[in-house]
């Protein structure tokens, strides 16, 4: 079937999550000319942390506040953890490249000087993480400090109670109270779009003037207010700011369930950056054509529901993700890796995907599910070998690792496609 346009690149990245950001970003810097395509990933319904290391075992839910030492223990007793292609040194560049990044492009992380930080998450309960959006930074210091805190919520909006965080939470930290007041104007009542409606409300002076003299009334004697994550979408450091000045007290933001503000905010900067930097992006698209030429291109057909554009590329990354992002799809007796049929890793039988107990805390096999790779992050073929030379893989889709449970997500994705770039790079 004819296309409508042939493009030819360096690198195809395959992904637009957070493992296919960090790829085309890392590509992007080092001067090749990066295709990326895909849905939009999980980054949308991320929390804005990142994660890069801190729970293992994970069957004794033990905690690492020190991610390179539980890295460590980690590779140790998981030998094949993606993790173990890199060194510890390779992981903190990727993670400076990244920072440095989001920081130019307006968005701003925090850490510790010791490892992970405490944050609050929407349960009422707290997580250990490495970054920390800027906008939540006060959060773990009033947290670490257990200073006097007002939580504040709105009516109507789904899924974040302050009195639950201040109820679930009190036992460790005596002095919260919280408010639930009326978002101004009551715009934005319950739905997926609550969040997005909310934060780009407050980008107007007149929205923020508002929020700040309902909430002032319940200030009292707190230190730090808390309010869930919708504080503004491309200048949320400047409404957090204002709202700290117009309040006399600092304020900080708390991750949402649901459609996430800090996950939209990370969308929004990954894509006009890289386009910027001269990505060629292809939004809602997946490849639905893949094919090896003679001369050891690659030719993928990508488009929606129908072929579209050609894309003739030197290498590839797939950043597919797993299930939920189609990477990896799951028959009643096998699963399959959906754009190249490579060999996945996985338990020998069908009744060994899951264990008995749904809660058990080793997690299930078919959560450890994935591509086996070389130490450049190629995927293995059924030799063992490379399936091909020009082909790498990043982030979820890799085996041997539970990234959920082992609290390691957003390091895995950019530590991964760190490693992917320099093995095609190289």
């Known amino acids: 079937m004819p296309y409508s346009d042939t493009i030819e690149c360096d690198l195809t990245v395959i992904g637009r999550g957070m493992a296919g950001m960090a790829a085309a970003l890392f590509a992007a810097e080092k001067g090749i000319s990066t295709v990326q395509v895909g849905t939009n990933g999980g ?238 992006q292809f939004e809602q698209e997946r490849v639905l054509v893949a094919e090896r030429r003679p001369d050891g291109r690659f030719a993928l057909g990508i488009g929606n529901k129908k072929l579209q554009t050609r894309v003739v590329s030197k290498g590839i990354i797939l950043a597919s993700g797993r299930f939920w992002g189609k990477g990896l799809y799951a028959f009643r007796n096998r699963i399959k890796e959906t754009v190249f049929d490579l060999p996945v890793s996985q338990p020998a039988e069908r009744s060994e995907w899951h264990r008995k107990d749904f809660f058990d805390l080793r997690g299930h096999p078919v959560n450890q599910a994935g591509l086996e790779t070389d130490d450049s992050y190629r995927p293995l073929g059924d030799s063992g070998k490379p399936a091909f030379d020009n082909l790498f893989a990043a982030g979820s889709i890799l085996a041997h690792q539970d990234w959920m449970r082992m609290k390691c997500g957003s390091g895995l994705a950019i530590a991964t496609a760190y490693g992917a770039v320099n093995g095609f790079s190289n």
């Open 43 to 280: 980054i949308i319904f991320a929390s804005g942390l990142f994660d890069l290391f801190s729970v293992h075992p994970v069957n004794e839910k033990n905690i690492w506040k020190d991610p390179w030492m539980g890295i460590e223990a980690l590779i140790r007793d998981i030998p094949r953890h993606p993790y173990s292609r890199l060194t510890k040194e390779e992981i903190q560049l990727a993670f400076e490249e990244m920072l440095g990044f989001l920081n130019v492009e307006g968005l701003h992380y925090c850490r510790a000087e010791e490892g992970n930080s405490e944050v609050i998450t929407p349960l009422g309960t707290t997580k250990h993480t490495y970054c920390v959006p800027q906008g939540m930074w006060n959060g773990v210091l009033a947290l670490k400090e257990k200073k006097p805190c007002l939580l504040v919520d709105f009516p109507g909006m789904n899924g974040f109670s302050a009195l639950q965080l201040a109820e679930n939470l009190k036992e460790a930290w005596r002095d919260l109270r919280s408010a639930r007041i009326p978002f101004p104007e009551g715009k934005g009542q319950g739905t997926m779009v609550v969040g997005d409606v909310m934060a780009r409300g407050l980008e107007l002076p007149e929205k923020r003037e508002k929020l700040a003299g309902m909430i002032l009334p319940y200030v009292k004697e707190a230190q730090h207010v808390g309010l869930p994550a919708v504080l503004g979408m491309s200048h949320h450091n400047e409404v957090i700011q204002e709202l700290g000045a117009r309040l006399g007290v600092p304020v900080f933001e708390i991750p949402t369930f649901s459609l996430s503000i800090p996950g939209l905010r990370l969308m929004e900067t990954f894509t006009n950056a890289l386009s910027k930097r001269g990505v060629r």
